[in-house]
């Protein structure tokens, strides 16, 4: 498999239990205790994907993923407590990709780490050469690149497969689930505050006032639309 992941907690207990069950299933992992030591195995290292508890001693994960984010787009998944809702929205804006609740099951945790994988391949499938434009948005899906009125814009995977779906369905009005399923995955759906973030980072990207979107609009009560 060749797929390295690097797990963060201050608690051994859990750090063993998501090693084994990754070990067993063919994947490298590495573990570290604190924030501060998962910088220092990130910067060393070939990681794939990240693993990282918030509270946690020396640098909470909330900082080491804000670090991160800065010159990667690895994905990265938040571990949290019950009920811990603004630290899950606070953990998105920061740049994580997902988060698991504890306690969690290995079903759970597999179920996680495949879909963030998934999505962090850029494995869209396109034809040779794909252009999609909406107004000043263009999308050339053979070379995952975006432009806003002729301006090259940095989305990280996530991002851009929710932009190119929206895209796609333009004039549509898309129901919340609709889209977490299409782009997050099959083992989504109920994940709301998921796409009040992103679609909340995809407005600071392509809108000329992100505050009042041409583009990206809210469908109160429904979903989103991409207005064409």
Do not use: C
């Not at 590495?30 to 508890?53: K, R």
């Amino acid at each position: 498999m060749n797929i390295t992941v690097l797990v963060v907690d201050d608690e051994k207990p859990l750090r063993e239990f998501v090693r084994r069950n990754l070990e067993v299933r063919g994947y490298k992992v590495l573990t570290a205790s604190n924030g501060l030591e998962a910088l220092g195995v990130f910067q060393n290292e070939h990681i794939q994907l990240v693993i990282m508890d918030i509270m946690m001693p020396h640098m909470d994960g909330l900082e080491a993923t804000r670090r991160i984010r800065q010159d990667s787009h690895v994905p990265i998944v938040i571990l949290t407590a019950m009920g811990e809702e603004a630290d899950k929205v606070r953990a998105f804006d920061l740049g994580a990709d997902d988060y698991l609740t504890k306690p969690f099951g290995v079903g759970e945790l597999l179920g996680r780490v495949k879909a963030v994988l998934r999505r962090a391949d850029w494995s869209e499938p396109v034809s040779s050469g794909e252009r999609i434009a909406r107004g000043e948005v263009e999308v050339n899906t053979e070379r995952h690149k975006v432009t806003v009125r002729g301006e090259v814009v940095d989305l990280t995977p996530t991002e851009y497969n929710l932009l190119l779906y929206l895209l796609k369905n333009a004039g549509k009005t898309l129901p919340h689930r609709v889209i977490l399923q299409q782009v997050w995955g099959a083992e989504y759906g109920d994940e709301a505050e998921y796409l009040r973030v992103y679609v909340g980072k995809l407005r600071q990207k392509i809108e000329a006032d992100p505050m009042k979107p041409e583009y990206l609009l809210t469908e109160h009560g429904i979903g989103y639309r991409f207005e064409a």
